[in-house]
């Protein structure tokens, strides 16, 4: 156990709750922890994300969805999850604190497993393999690291979805393969897809290398061993040890085939697999026992050869495996040693007796292992997708004590449909277990807040604690709303809509300073007092129009707020008086020019005023002061007498 005195969470109490004692190991996405739970007053092991991880709201999304699926995990062989949570910048878990060794410690003190043994340790990984894969999840990262040999026996796999939440990471989206090389499935290589039977394909080369010592590939970099996973078939276990059974050359054979297509469908299929070779491999040495036993521990010597004649090592998981009644006779079992054939009737009546004892008692043995070998399990039905009432009736017809677990939202699943049972489906128990339904409470809706009013920073805040997010902030021109001010939301205020769906803001900006370049001063005067503006005319000597603006600020289009001044250059008024391109030194138009007089359109809806001064003959020029769609200053005004084609324009 790693004590190392200078890690800054050694005495540390998480979350108020886990007092870290000292510190147990160090690994690529995480460090484990031995810590005290304060609240339960039970040890646990607490296993911290790196920082480079927990800095990432991707993992840590993804982390919490992983941690929940996992503790909903009951399997024996499985490490449980008790706990997650956050404390500042550590991202942890709380887990089952299991003393013992990893499957890794093992190999590297013994080079090898011979072939039961590697099968009682590889029944119970397949099991608890099996279990999650029917409740749907994959464990991505099987190796030897992974398993744990806890000092009672026990076998145990660790560390499930945490591989899938280090896929959302920013490290994947650079190319990086979540995943142990040496045990990584070709499909995983060349598209990063893993599903169950990457499992299973981990599990057959975890298999090869305990049966061998090594993995099947060796190479000078990573990426070399990943192109022979995908192009090069694993060789079977007898080549590299002659003698091997052929039973497990199969076994690995099947597990490790390239198509996934071709290997069993998930690892509870592997399981029945191992089991039934298992059962065929001869015994080494006496029989497995059928109850927990105090395990030996596993010798550190070199390895006897696999099938020679050396005491076999206890089992590591021994409830595991179920015996076959065997008896044995002879001076091998421990009894007499042959007796010669009687010369007398009374010792031949005395060899008949206990040769009929010595069957009543073989017949006793075999009753008695049958009794406490057969089957004593059920499994657990497949009641998803039933409505959940319905469910509980056939649960509890099957013998289970069935509870209804608190509803959970699903996107696609109706409302009162079971989503999962705890245990999962087709996991074995005992009768009269307590299971677990858990029903959906159909999709999550919540309400578009309230946020009109609000300024913007301050709405941004309430849309995010409903459950939603900001998607766009759109401003638009209010003559009553205050600038940076919400408007309006879409979807609407009070609409339900899915968590996690987007919002539109629409923010105030206030007025927008009209365009009115080029207007005459009373005009343009009326036009920015009608708007809120306190406008303010400096003129100045220039060739325009007399009396136009020729200059104004703000800008056109600015925001601004109601009341705001509003400086205006005007060319010079030239005391009223009025010069057209027309007028030459003051004198009127040519009587051969078409002159009519210029229809007056203010106040009319700018379109209507512009078709019925193009229907007279003039040419029409828009522009944008209020943009309240009618018309509040023409140039030149209504009433003047103009050559047919003069331009007028108009500001709506």
């Known amino acids: 156990m790693d004590t190392t005195p200078t890690d800054p969470l050694v005495g540390r109490l998480l979350d108020g709750r886990y007092r870290v004692e000292s510190r147990i190991a160090r690994g690529g996405m995480a460090t484990v922890y031995l810590a005290l739970d304060v609240r339960l007053d039970r040890t646990v092991a607490v296993k911290v994300m790196h920082r480079g991880l927990a800095e990432d709201p991707a993992f840590v999304r993804r982390f919490i969805g992983e941690a929940k699926s996992v503790a909903s995990l009951s399997h024996p062989n499985v490490v449980q999850v008790f706990d997650q949570g956050t404390d500042g910048d550590v991202v942890y878990l709380s887990m089952e604190y299991v003393p013992g060794r990893t499957l890794r410690d093992v190999l590297r003190d013994r080079g090898r497993l011979p072939a039961r043994e590697a099968l009682e340790v590889m029944i119970p990984v397949l099991a608890a393999l099996g279990a999650a894969h029917q409740a749907g999840l994959v464990?991505?990262?099987?190796?030897?690291?992974?398993?744990?040999?806890?000092?009672?026996?026990?076998?145990?796999?660790?560390?499930?979805?945490?591989?899938?939440?280090?896929?959302?990471t920013n490290q994947t989206r650079t190319g990086v393969m979540?995943?142990?090389?040496?045990?990584?499935?070709?499909?995983?290589?060349?598209?990063?897809?893993?599903?169950?039977?990457?499992?299973?394909?981990?599990?057959?080369?975890?298999?090869?290398?305990?049966?061998?010592?090594?993995?099947?590939?060796?190479?000078?970099?990573?990426?070399?061993?990943?192109?022979?996973?995908?192009?090069?078939?694993?060789?079977?276990?007898?080549?590299?040890?002659?003698g091997s059974p052929p039973l497990l050359d199969t076994l690995v054979a099947q597990a490790t085939a390239r198509d996934p297509a071709t290997r069993p469908a998930d690892a509870k299929a592997l399981l029945v697999a191992a089991v039934d070779a298992h059962r065929m491999l001869p015994r080494e040495s006496g029989p497995i026992p059928s109850a927990p036993v105090p395990p030996l521990p596993l010798p550190s010597g070199p390895l006897s050869p696999p099938y020679g004649v050396a005491a076999h090592p206890a089992p590591v998981n021994p409830t595991l495996i179920q015996p076959r009644a065997e008896v044995l006779t002879g001076p091998a079992a421990g009894g007499a040693a042959a007796v010669p054939e009687p010369r007398g009737g009374r010792k031949r009546g005395s060899w008949v007796l206990l040769t009929v004892l010595a069957l009543v008692m073989v017949a006793a043995v075999g009753v008695t292992g049958w009794l406490f070998s057969r089957e004593t399990t059920?499994?657990?039905?497949?009641?998803?997708?039933?409505?959940?009432?319905l469910a509980a009736g056939e649960a509890r017809q099957k013998g289970f004590a069935v509870e209804i677990g608190p509803a959970e939202h699903d996107e696609k699943v109706p409302k009162d449909v079971v989503l999962r049972t705890v245990p999962a489906a087709g996991a074995e128990v005992k009768p009269g277990s307590r299971l677990t339904l858990i029903a959906s409470a159909g999709p999550k809706r919540v309400n578009v807040p309230n946020v009109v009013g609000l300024e913007l920073n301050a709405a941004?805040?309430?849309i995010a604690a409903a459950g939603l997010t900001v998607d766009d902030v759109k401003k638009q021109a209010s003559e009553t709303v205050p600038r940076g001010q919400v408007m309006r939301t879409s979807p609407a205020v009070g609409n339900r809509v899915k968590e996690g769906s987007k919002v539109d803001l629409y923010v105030s900006a206030g007025l927008?300073?009209?365009?009115?370049?080029?207007?005459?001063?009373?005009?343009?005067?009326?036009?920015?007092?009608?708007?809120?503006?306190?406008?303010?005319?400096?003129?100045?000597?220039?060739?325009?129009?007399?009396?136009?603006v020729i200059a104004q600020d703000p800008r056109a289009g600015a925001e601004v707020d109601k009341g705001a001044v509003a400086r205006m250059t005007l060319s010079a008024c030239n005391n009223g008086e009025w010069h057209w391109p027309w007028e030459n030194n003051g004198e009127n138009a040519n009587e051969d020019d078409n002159v009519i007089v210029i229809p007056n359109v203010v106040y009319k809806d700018v379109r209507a005023a512009r078709d019925e001064l193009s229907a007279a003959g003039f040419r029409v020029k828009v522009k944008k002061g209020l943009n309240r769609g009618r018309v509040l200053a023409q140039l030149p005004p209504g009433g003047q007498q103009v050559p047919q084609g003069t331009q007028v324009t108009l500001w709506h």
């Open 178 to 242: 979540i995943g142990t090389i040496g045990y990584m499935s070709p499909e995983q290589v060349t598209s990063g897809a893993a599903d169950a039977r990457s499992d299973v394909y981990a599990a057959g080369i975890m298999l090869f290398e305990l049966l061998t010592g090594r993995q099947p590939y060796e190479g000078e970099t990573p990426m070399s061993i990943a192109y022979r996973h995908v192009h090069d078939t694993v060789p079977v276990p007898s080549a590299l040890l002659p």
């Open 378 to 389: 059920v499994v657990v039905p497949s009641l998803v997708e039933q409505n959940v009432t």
């Open 460 to 462: 941004r805040e309430k």
């Open 139 to 168: 464990h991505r990262d099987v190796k030897p690291e992974n398993v744990l040999l806890a000092d009672d026996g026990r076998v145990k796999v660790v560390d499930f979805g945490l591989a899938r939440a280090v896929e959302a």
């Open 512 to 548: 927008l300073m009209p365009d009115v370049m080029g207007m005459h001063r009373d005009q343009a005067r009326t036009v920015l007092e009608s708007a809120g503006f306190v406008p303010e005319f400096v003129e100045q000597t220039d060739s325009a129009q007399p009396c136009t």
